[in-house]
Every structure is written in C-alpha cells, then in structure tokens.
C-alpha cells in the first residue's frame, strides 16, 4: 500500500484511544434545544472542526454492519437525531453496503464524540465495549483526507469502483436539504469531495477496467462454479433475488460474460419490467416473491439484492421448503443488511457467500492499480489541501465582523453628530438626510473593502494569522475589549 494509506492507517490508531475513553464513560443525555440550520450556519466562523466516526468493511464484520445500516431516505432524520441534543453542530450520514460513517462538527470535540456515540450505541443495540473494536475516528485535517479516499474509490474494497462517488454526492445533496444537518463547513467538504472523486476518474485511469460489489459477485459465483456445483458457469440457471440498482449492475456483468437468460424475483412487476427493456438481448423471466421457492428450486446460483431488512433466505426457510440437503445450490448475498442467513452454510451442498467473501476476489484489483493509486492520492492530496484552506479562512469571519461593527458604529456615531447638527437646518429634507447616510455608509464600505480582501487573500494560514493580528493592531480591535462599539464609544467620550 501507498506511504499516504499507511499513514492514515497510523492515524486511526492513534485516535482510536480518545474515541475508547469517550464510549466507555457514561453518556449524559443533553437537553440543549437543537440549533437551526442558521445558527448552524453561524457557527462555521468559530472553531468548528470536522470529525468522522463509523466502520467499514476493511475494519467490521458484515454482523456488525448491518446493525448501523441505514437506507438513504433516513440519513436525514438519523442526522436530526445525532444534532437533536445541540452538542454537535453539523452531522451528515453515509451508509452503503461496505461502510457507515457519520461525518460531523462541533466546537467541543468530546462532547460532539461522546454524542455520536451515544447514537451509534441506541441505533445498533451493540454494547459500546463491541462497537469499540470495530469503530474508527478521524479529525481535523485526517477526517478530511479521509473523505477524500473515499470519493475516490481508493477506500473501496473494488479499488476505483463508481458507485461510492454516487453515494458521496447523494449525502451532500442530502445534506443541503431543508431538513438536512450539512451546515457551511460539512456541506463545502461534502462538495470538495464529489469534485475530487470526478477529478480523481477524469484524470487517472483509477475507474478504467475497475469492478463493482455485483462484477465481484459474478467472478466469485464464475470462480466457483465448478467447485461448488460441478458445473460450468457458463451452464449455471441463474436467479437474482431483487430489482434495484444492484440488480442491475449484476445483470450487466453477466451480460457481458454472455448471458442469455435469467430470473428475476422480485416483490412488484415495475421495475423488473424496465429492466426487461434496458437488457433487451437478455431473456428476463420475472416472478413475484410468491413463487421464490419454486424458482430457488430451479436455480443454481441465486443472488440476493434486495432491501429486506430480514433474511430472505436461512436454514429454516429451506427446510421448510424441502431444499435443504438436495442437489447444490449456491447462494452469493451482496445486500447489507445480509439477506442470507449464516446457518445456511451448514446445510450440505449448499455454499452461501456474502460481501465479506469478496475480498479474496478483489485483491488482484487492488495489486494491479498501485500506480493509478498513487496518481490518484496526488490529486486527492491537493483537493483536500484547497478545503482545509478554505477551512482555516473561517478564522479571519470573526476579525472581519469585529471591524465592520467598528466602522459602522463610528460611522453611526459620526452622522448623529452631523444630523443633529443639520436637522436644525430646516432647509434640508428628510430625502437629503437619507443620502447623506447613504454617502456614509458607502464611503465606509469602499474604505473596509481592502482591509477585508487582504484578510481572505492569504492561502498559507501563518500568513493569514499575520494578517489578522496587523489589521487588528491597525484598527485597535483589541482595545475596544468588551466595551466596543457605540455605546463603549460613548462613555469614554463622557
């Protein structure tokens, strides 16, 4: 693996023991009323740092994944659920069949963590003890870099697959939503990514030839076909269980392998029917999940790839069924939660695969794409450069406000003078008065206007911290203290 992957690695483990003392202690439950999404907005200017925490298929067993598993219509309301305490500021929510991460910021990094852990604890039902050894935490500059790999396929268990770039961008659009938990910091790192994945497949060759969890299931099922059935792939009936995305993808790479006929089952007639027409050299067979233990029955190798949050298939059901101990029968799960139960690997002449058995398959995809790997980290290095840059420019928000009330409380205190001054001249209109506080507040605007793009110009954050502290001398922002703005004006003029 690359230096820049060992490093993260290094860094996980580093962070894992802040994360260890924080599940371990007794979660407090908060009663902050949750903020809005524009005081979320607001909180971007002051220290807010990112973090992630979450679990994939590199570090956590499939059981334990699925226990977090949760499909996209619900990433928001888990992201109102995590940020309903007010301890985290931002919270998005990723989850796919390989990982969940929940990517988040707040000003009190502990607090943020004990709560996310909280949540994680609740949703799963898993003592915090378990979910310590397979959760990982990253912050600051790692959490970012993270992100990034991940956008890029590079953190995929399929080197470079597209899939993952899809689902970045749907929790950013997510997370932008009216009621989504984004806010300015995680919504712009949600964005720099899904630019940085289409980046990283533009200008690599990262994607080209790469394969997705369905391709892999294909090549495990061709890999083992003589193995476990005594028949060549080529011969094999095949059934797939499901008609969504997966599905699809599952059905184009066995089509290119020359597949002539499958079964669909599936709990509706739609969208096996488009899937009729998208595929129409394929003979598509739909059958309603009525008929799935007939249609089982008739296969010899059955994915599943559907959405069931409950085993579609186990020991039980095939028993019960009379396909328990017949002739072989293979099945390849790739749903998470799994939709094959694990006792069906007891049963003879029966071999059951899931996600995690595909890491085998997928291992010379990743040793063939070392070099499009490390092109594709250089590209990534600077994406993720440009956002902690734009990240760290959120320090000079607050200098930027402190000197516009500056001027603006001179400039009100100044024209009160004046208008006092002019109203006892009864020749000036209310209009004339209004354009002369029109003037002043221009005049100001263009005077600030220099100050404050000096402020944002500087991309190295040393410099831009110099800047910050010379303006502030400059203007004597300091020395306003607690007692700036009109009225401490005032009673130093008294």
Known sequence: MTTTTANTAAARSTI?????????????????????????????????????????????????????????????????????????????????????????????????????????????????????KNLFMLSGDDAVWH????SGGL?????????????????????????????????????????????VRSETAISKGSVSISSAAVELSEMYSMKDLNLPFSEARLAVVGAGKMTRLLITHLASRGLEKITIVNRSLGRPQELQEQFPDVDIDIKLMDDLWDVVGRSDIVYTATSSVDYVVDEALLKENGLAGGRPLMLVDISVPRNVGEDCKQIPNVSAYN????????????????????????????EAAGFSGWRESLSAIPTI?????????????????????????????????????????????????????????????????????????????QDDGNGRGRGGSRSRRR
């Not at 992100?147 to 991940?150: D, G, I, S």
């Not at 995680?186 to 630019?195: C, G, K, T, W």
């Not at 996600?355 to 290095?381: G, P, S």
């Open 401 to 477: 406000n402190q000197l516009q009330e500056k001027a603006n409380n001179v400039r009100q205190e100044e024209l009160d003078k004046c208008t006092r001054k002019l109203s006892q001249n009864e020749n000036l209109s209310d209009k004339e008065i209004e354009a002369v506080e029109r003037l002043s507040r221009s005049i100001v605007n263009k005077l600030l206007h220099g100050p404050m793009s000096h402020l944002r110009q500087h991309d190295n954050v040393d410099d831009q911290q110099h800047a910050i502290k010379e303006l502030s001398a400059m203007f004597r922002l």
């Open 16 to 132: 894992r023991a802040p994360l260890e003392m924080v599940a371990s202690q007794e979660v407090e439950v908060n009663n902050k009323k949750k903020r809005t999404k524009e005081e979320r907005l607001q909180l971007a200017s002051k220290g807010l740092q990112v973090h992630v925490i979450g679990l994939s298929i590199h570090h956590a067993d499939v059981d334990v994944r699925e226990k977090l598993a949760i499909p996209e219509d619900d990433w928001n309301t888990a992201s109102n659920e995590i940020t309903s305490t007010g301890s985290v500021s931002e919270a998005a929510v990723l989850s796919t069949c390989n990982r969940f991460e929940v990517y988040y910021s707040a000003p009190d990094a502990r607090e943020a963590t004990a709560r996310v852990t909280e949540y994680l604890a609740e949703r799963s039902g898993l003592p915090v003890s378990l979910l310590r």
């Open 355 to 382: 996600v995690d058995d595909l890491k085998a398959v997928v291992a010379r995809n990743t040793a063939m794409r070392q070099k499009e790997m490390i092109e594709a980290e250089t590209l990534l290095r600077e």
């Open 147 to 150: 992100l990034m790999r991940v």
């Open 155 to 199: 953190d995929s268990l399929v080197v470079g697959e597209g899939q993952i770039l899809s689902q970045v961008r749907q929790c950013h659009l997510h997370s932008i939503e009216e009621d989504g938990c984004g806010g300015k910091v995680l919504a712009r790192m949600l964005n720099n990514a899904v630019a940085a994945g289409k980046r």
